[in-house]
């Protein structure tokens, strides 16, 4: 190398090492900006969670705002299983309750205690033994604890014991637990989309469906203001009436699809299934009204078919039970609430069994039919009887309404398999049905305009 080769690259690394500083400071500047950019997306992507999560509390809060009733916890009930239950709840939560403290107070302390800006490191190990017996251990303990009295809870629905005046069970000389003794057996059968309740053994039946004001209000073009009408969806046209302070056996069972029945107060539901009978229980302390609802999806009305449940004094109930065997009207009392105050409905009768006329004149019969059409037909075939597709045919017009009466009834009484047709042979009474019958044969322009009567009803179905 010569001496000018040398001078040349002795003077030109002072430069090399200037442009690589140089470089550094670039790179590093960059990273700074681009660290800054990230903390800024990351920010500004907390706030929108924030901001989103600030909308969802508001909005749920304004949901709940909505409904006219609302509570935070379960009812208590009025019987005693639902006030078990209601307990069992309570300790549950209460249990819930303090774990969730323990945990997120650990976890809220560890994060703020252990931030990394205080030089925190975390630790550095793959398992600890002790840790996972503690955290096995004590759910187990937990669930055990639970299980004693949700297990006594289950075995009180299912296999009711006698219990003594200081709540514990009886037992006889062998030390054998005794059963409750029922006092009365009612048959619950569910139809689409209404109750049939059989007092078993006393010859009483009644059909309970969705009252007249819920029925028009609910319809594409109401006749009664919704807000006109008390307890909308959630009254009947007749209540089941039962006894306070007695031992009832229900009987549950369906004849077309699966139905559930429920009153929330009582503290229990139950499947009503077809070809199946399941079995519940009830002993009501309280006198007054209670509702609920089928909670089972059982069709396009299963939305339209309430239960109400009249809870009487067990006078009352024996006079309105006696009453109901001859045919008359009685004042049946209906304590509307909890503090036992007896409020008397005059005049009414829960299941309207009434003598009824030989022979009906065409103009009675109209009248009457229009009524059982519009509760019993019109969510189907609609007021205007033009039906809702092939599913649903129309009646205006219908070879079948404007055809042979004879064809007609047994279509209406035994149904007509395959379709969604229903037998109402078994839910109405013979003058309903021959009501509905004339009245669909001479309404909307059909040309049939003759008139059936019950007599006519009441010889298809035996025949």
């Known amino acids: 190398m010569s001496k000018v080769d040398s001078q040349t690259q002795r003077t030109s690394c002072p430069n090399v090492h200037i442009n690589m500083a140089i470089l550094t400071d670039y790179a590093r500047h960059k990273e700074k900006l681009e660290g800054k950019k990230s903390m800024n997306k990351t920010t500004i992507s907390c706030n929108k969670s924030l901001i989103g999560f600030i909308f969802t509390v508001f909005g749920l809060l304004m949901t709940s705002m909505a409904h006219a009733e609302y509570g935070y916890n379960l009812t208590e009930g009025v019987t005693d299983f639902s006030q078990e239950v209601y307990g069992l709840h309570m300790i549950v939560f209460w249990i819930c309750l303090v774990i969730a403290v323990l945990v997120f107070g650990v976890m809220f302390y560890s994060m703020f205690a252990h931030r990394k800006s205080k030089g925190v490191k975390a630790a ?9 017996i503690i955290w096995t251990v004590i759910p187990i303990l ?42 009365m057996t009612i048959k619950v059968t569910g139809y689409q ?32 203001k919704l807000e006109d009408v008390e307890n909308y969806l959630l009254d009947v046209d007749n209540p089941l009436v039962i006894p306070v302070n007695t031992n009832i056996r229900i009987l549950l069972t369906a004849n077309d699809v699966i139905h559930s029945w429920w009153v929330p107060e009582f503290g229990w539901k139950r499947d009503a299934i077809p070809g199946y009978v399941n079995e519940a229980w009830t002993n009501v302390k309280k006198i007054g009204t ?33 009453d ?55 969510t189907c075939h609609q007021t205007s009887g033009e039906g809702m597709g092939e599913t649903f045919p129309a009646l205006k017009g ?12 047994k279509t209406v009484v035994f149904g007509k398999e395959g379709t969604a047709m229903q037998s109402f042979g078994g839910r109405l009474t013979e003058s309903d049905i021959a009501a509905a019958i004339t009245y669909t044969r001479n309404a909307w322009d059909n040309t049939a305009k003759d008139a059936v009567q019950p007599e006519d009803v009441k010889k298809i179905k035996n025949s």
């Open 324 to 378: 109901q065997k001859v045919g008359e009207t009685v004042k049946v009392v209906t304590a509307t609430n909890n503090n036992n105050d007896e409020v008397i409905t005059p005049e009414t009768t829960v299941a309207e069994v009434v003598a009824e006329p030989v022979e009906w004149t065409q103009a009675e019969l109209m009248t009457k039919g229009q009524e059982v059409y519009n509760m019993e037909c019109a």
């Open 193 to 224: 989309w209404k109750w049939k309740y059989d007092y078993l053994g006393e010859g009483v039946s009644i059909i309970s469906s969705l009252d007249k004001l819920s029925n028009a209000a609910r319809q594409a073009n109401p006749t009664v």
């Open 290 to 322: 209670y509702r609920g609802q089928c909670a089972e999806l059982c069709g396009k009305d299963h939305g339209f078919m309430p239960i109400v449940v009249n809870v009487v004094s067990k006078e009352d109930y024996t006079a309105w039970l006696s």
């Open 142 to 183: 937990i669930l055990v604890v639970m299980a004693i009295p949700a297990t006594t809870a289950l075995i009180n629905m299912e296999a009711p014991r006698q219990l003594d005046e200081n709540g514990k069970v009886v037992v006889d000389a062998d030390g054998n637990t005794i059963p409750i003794q029922m006092e």
């Open 398 to 409: 219908s070879a079948v309404v404007n055809g042979s009466i004879e064809e007609n009834i």
């Open 124 to 132: 550095q190990f793959s398992h600890s033994t002790t840790a996972e």
